[in-house]
């Protein structure tokens, strides 16, 4: 069995990177503890530039379980900017809230290994395992708040919704193991396409049942519940991390496992993708518009945006692909970018997540307030932001598919997100009072975060030719 | 119907009967003791199967260590308020189990036989082989599995460690 | 066939007759011989006609009635099924385990090849630890039946003890995995039939020339291992150093508190059946099991060249003889333990457990495998 090793290096040097901090975190004094966060972030840039330099591979490993091309690549890069984002983030507020350092770090590089593998996982198998060391390190780091009961309550919810979720994938993959006699994806694939009489029933049972554990991991209607309650009560940076991060590994392996090896099945999966498409862009959106808390809202603005994603899935073929890796790029910066401002606003333990809260900020942090402008105008979805490039590849990636009421189920959806949304701005703007004094995070890598998530927000809208033509060539090297 | 099945559909029955125990016991222990019953027949249905190993792990594994946490746990909360049950919700889950079953069992059933099926031969489950294979054609798996325990181990110390 | 059932049957009862017969024995051995450590009579009281049998008669005969006529006492507010089951589970594990831990060689007779073994498992170390995990139930179960606050502090213990202690026992018996290359018990007991220099390498010369004559034992290749599995077994039989389940000046009898009668028996009689498959385990992995030192099927071969032929129902006898008398030997010393040291505390125990036995037992596997390594390049 041939088992390079180069397909493994951009998880193992995150691996590597989280190990040491766990370590490191054992013979350290307390104050020198933010030395692990450099180590995490150098590890994180290391890995980066690893992607770079094997930008353009195809190689597989261990019996090609594990597949190492531009696909995976594309998703390794988003995550890893996520996941020094959220490092940055969390520096100050780490300190504040009690949380440990050593393990919150090597946590999330745990999560973000994870993630690295489901995006390169070319076997059932392995793709379970990698879901499963990202989902505990998740589940632990929304309770890593100790002092906060509504975070313990969050882990909880969430550990047992995700068991239960992660029972179906796991039937689902026993069923299609079944069905095929293999779990890895290019032996069900060329199954698949065996010209033959007829699949054993049981092989569509699987598949409903792995569609209903990834629905439940990017938090699709009606598998939505958990994500309010969650997203609210973990700590603000890692619900960043898990809005963008954790969705986007969840959208990865879906799209390899479901678009491109269980392809013959398509015309099984398009209606109830369908409908899982519609439901949760309207649902979404419907109760983002009542909820009183920002943070809130944006937790059903990530649902909206789960919706959205799924037309790309739903469209498929090269433009539905293309346009859905595209559209997680520029989802990630405003949604990660409005959870760090809110991070901001922390003023001692009390988090300050209502609408009220933003009153008046335009004035107090012009500059805060006009990244939380820019955030908001993006997931409306406005040019010349990220958010509007996204929609519009989106949108005309399912016109093409001929998906015409798909695509304007999503502008009216749009339209309605605008309320919301603006409604942030008209708090910030037009207001007086929120947030008195000094927020206890005045941290300059919080404010360097913001501002670099600010920054990717215009890039993507301005100038979006590059990163396109990346997510078509990742696109494309799953053939 | 030869003595295998014989067995087969009595360790089953026997199966069905405890894991219902498990499901309409109010007492939460004597849930516990019909699982640990449940597991246990399991592990009998794997060692028919020619497959002791798998059969010896998962008594190990699940009757003899998980289960007993459990029963630590259920003994240190002593969740006597439990046992009322809402009416509501039972019919909902009775009605979401048997409309499930409704659909798995004829779809189960009315399959052709799993394409490739294994033929079990002597070695066939057996620790030797189980080794081998765990250690050339799962590697990678079975290393990032350890990936997944390592980092269960970090995250149980982080939420149950005392503050200073 | 029907031979072959019944050649089967009769060696589950010969051993489940010996252990059981031997548990009692062991009843009467622990009070006479704490007697004996104490500078005290011990049990003299009953007897019959006058023969008192050093106190067999009192402890083979006189208190096993007592305890079967006595009031089988359930507590009022306890659970009374679980309260019952409670007792076979914790003495089923016990007599099962034994049926994979060989007491012999191969016996011919006629053409018939027996091996002198129960059960011939090829997971045989694996089945010893599931049916030892399950110990722990009777226990637990027990305690949390009587609904009493002593029974269950000390169920809270057993489960938390035990389960500590299970996995420094599977994690020190790893070595001699690793060293024999086999899960199963026979092949193990086989294995150490062979003398060190046999196994040592070329290379180690001088290792081959001065302990070159010894047996292959477990003892001599793993002794860290035994040590720790000695200490872990002890653990998990729940005796003194370790009875913290049961703990008398603390919590009265702990798990047993609500028990009487037969069913407290069976507790007694479980602790006393566990102790001699420990002892059965020592013996078969660390003490060469039922080999006699250089006894071959054919008789003796002497390092030093000598050799004395024996027929082979005398080599058969001398090697069942041998495992029993280890396994004598071993129980003596678990009892020996029990009247000898004093109760840890419980913190003591878990730090015991976690920090000290475990981390050793991982350098221990971590050692061997690069030795087993090293030796598998440079035979």
Redesign the interface.
């Known amino acids: 069995m041939d088992a390079s090793l180069i397909p493994l290096l951009p998880g193992a040097q995150v691996l590597l990177t989280a190990l040491v901090v766990m370590l490191l975190d054992l013979f350290i004094d307390e104050h020198e503890r933010g030395l692990l966060a450099w180590i995490s972030l150098l590890g994180l840039a290391l890995c980066g530039a690893e992607a770079i330099l094997l930008w353009g591979s195809s190689e597989g490993t261990f019996g090609d379980t594990l597949l190492l091309d531009n696909f995976a690549l594309f998703f390794t890069q988003i995550f890893i900017a996520v996941a020094a984002l959220t490092v940055l983030s969390s520096m100050r507020y780490v300190r504040e809230t009690g949380i440990h350092e050593g393990e919150f770090y090597s946590l999330i590089l745990f999560a973000t290994t994870g993630m690295i593998v489901m995006a390169a996982a070319n076997d059932l198998m392995v793709f379970f395992l990698g879901l499963e060391t990202m989902s505990v390190a998740v589940y632990v780091l929304t309770g890593m708040w100790r002092s906060s009961a509504r975070s313990s309550e969050a882990a909880m919810k969430y550990f047992l919704m995700g068991a239960f979720a992660t029972g179906f994938l796991l039937y689902g993959i026993a069923l299609i193991y079944g069905a095929t006699g293999s779990t890895n994806l290019n032996q069900i694939s060329a199954y698949l396409l065996e010209p033959q009489g007829q699949w054993p029933p049981y092989l569509f049972v699987g598949g409903l049942l792995l569609l209903v554990g990834f629905g439940f991991k990017v938090g699709a209607v009606p598998f939505h519940f958990w994500i309010p309650d969650v997203y609210e009560g973990a700590p603000t940076p890692v619900t960043g991390f898990m809005a963008v991060a954790v969705k986007a590994a969840a959208f990865a392996a879906w799209a390899r496992i479901l678009m491109h090896e269980l392809s013959p099945l398509d015309s099984d999966w398009a209606l109830p993708l369908r409908v899982l498409a519609i439901a949760t862009m309207t649902i979404g959106n419907l109760l983002a518009i009542s909820q009183p808390s920002v943070k809130r809202m944006l937790a059903y603005s990530s649902i909206a945006h789960a919706g959205y994603l799924l037309i790309g899935i739903v469209a498929g073929e090269e433009w539905g692909s293309t346009s859905l890796l595209f559209y997680l790029a520029t989802y990630a910066p405003a949604t990660f970018g409005a959870f760090a401002v809110i991070t901001l606003l922390t003023e001692q333990d009390k988090p300050k997540e209502d609408y009220g809260h933003f009153a008046g900020l335009g004035f107090k942090r012009p500059f805060v307030a006009m990244a939380m402008s820019l955030f908001m105008l993006s997931l409306a979805g406005f040019p010349p932001l990220a958010g509007f490039t996204g929609k519009f590849h989106i949108f005309r990636s399912a016109i093409i598919a001929g998906h015409t009421d798909l695509a304007i189920i999503g502008v009216l959806n749009s339209l309605l997100s605008v309320i919301y949304y603006l409604r942030v701005i008209v708090m910030m703007y037009m207001n007086e009072g929120g947030v008195k004094g000094k927020s206890f995070i005045e941290s300059p890598y919080l404010y360097t975060a913001v501002g670099l998530a600010a920054a990717a927000t215009i890039y993507l809208g301005v100038l979006p030719m590059r990163t396109l033509e990346w997510s078509r060539s990742a696109f494309s090297s799953l053939f | 119907m030869n003595g295998a099945q014989v067995g087969f559909f009595i360790l089953a029955g026997l199966l069905i009967v405890s894991s219902l125990w498990v499901v309409f016991q109010r007492n939460v222990v004597h849930s516990a003791m019909a699982l640990v019953a449940a597991l246990f027949l399991v592990a009998i249905l794997f060692l028919t199967l020619n497959a002791p190993m798998v059969g010896v792990l998962q008594i190990l594994v699940y009757a003899g260590a998980i289960m007993v946490l459990f029963l630590f746990v259920i003994m240190f909360l002593n969740p006597i308020g439990l046992e009322q049950r809402r009416r509501l919700w039972w019919g909902f889950g009775a009605l979401a189990g048997l409309l499930l079953a409704g659909a798995l069992v004829p779809v189960l059933t009315n399959g052709d036989a799993p394409r490739d099926p294994v033929v079990a031969t002597e070695l066939f489950g057996g620790p030797e082989e189980l080794a081998r294979s765990l250690f050339t054609d799962f590697v990678l798996p079975f290393e990032i599995a350890s990936i997944l325990l390592l980092v269960a181990i970090v995250g149980a110390v982080v939420l149950a460690k005392r503050e200073p | 066939m029907i031979v072959d059932i019944g050649i089967v049957a009769i060696k589950a009862f010969l051993v489940l007759f010996m252990v059981l017969n031997l548990a009692g024995l062991l009843g009467w051995v622990e009070r006479k011989g704490s007697a004996l450590i104490q500078d005290r009579i011990g049990a003299n009281r009953a007897s019959i006609f006058g023969f008192a049998g050093m106190g067999l008669v009192n402890t083979l005969i006189a208190d096993p009635l007592k305890f079967l006529t006595k009031e089988d006492f359930v507590p009022p507010s306890g ?1 009374r ?2 309260h019952t ?1 409670a007792p076979c589970l914790a003495l089923f594990p016990a007599l099962v385990t034994f049926a994979v831990i060989p007491f012999g060689d191969v016996l011919y007779l006629g053409d018939r090849v027996i091996n002198l073994q129960v059960a011939n ?3 045989g170390i ?2 010893i ?6 110990g ?2 009777g226990l ?2 027990g ?3 009587s609904n009493n606050k002593f029974s ?1 502090l000390g ?2 213990r057993g ?2 003890q ?2 500590s202690y ?1 996995v420094a026992l599977g994690l020190s018996v790893i070595g001699i995995l690793m060293v024999y290359g086999t ?1 199963e018990l026979q092949e193990i007991a086989r294995g150490q039939g062979a003398l060190l220099r046999e196994l040592l390498p070329e290379s180690a010369g001088f290792l081959r020339a001065t302990v070159g004559w010894l047996p292959a034992w477990g003892i001599f290749l793993q002794p860290v291992a035994f040590l720790l599995f000695f200490t872990a077994a002890v653990a998990e039989t729940k005796r003194i150093p370790f009875d913290l389940p049961e703990a008398e000046s603390e919590l009265v009898a702990g798990s047993h508190v609500e028990y009487s009668g037969g069913k407290f028996l069976m507790f007694f009689a479980g602790e006393f059946a566990e102790i001699v498959t420990a002892a059965g385990l020592m013996t078969t992995l660390f003490f060469g099991g039922w080999q006699v030192p250089y006894l071959m099927r054919d008789g003796f071969h002497f390092p030093w060249g000598a050799s004395i032929l024996l027929p082979h129902v005398a080599v058969v006898l001398l090697q069942v003889g041998a495992f029993t008398f280890k396994v004598l030997f071993f129980c003596w010393l678990q009892i020996l333990l029990r009247w000898t040291v004093p109760r840890f505390r419980y913190d003591q125990v878990m730090r015991l457990g976690w920090k000290m036995l475990l981390p050793v037992a991982l350098v221990n596997v971590m050692i061997t495998a690069l030795v087993v390594l090293y030796m598998q390049h440079n035979p």
């Open positions: 659970d099924f679980l089951l498992l090829n997971v694996l089945y630890f599931a049916m030892g995990s399950l722990v139930y637990v179960i305690a949390w039946a269950l169920g809270v489960s938390a035990m389960i299970e899960l």
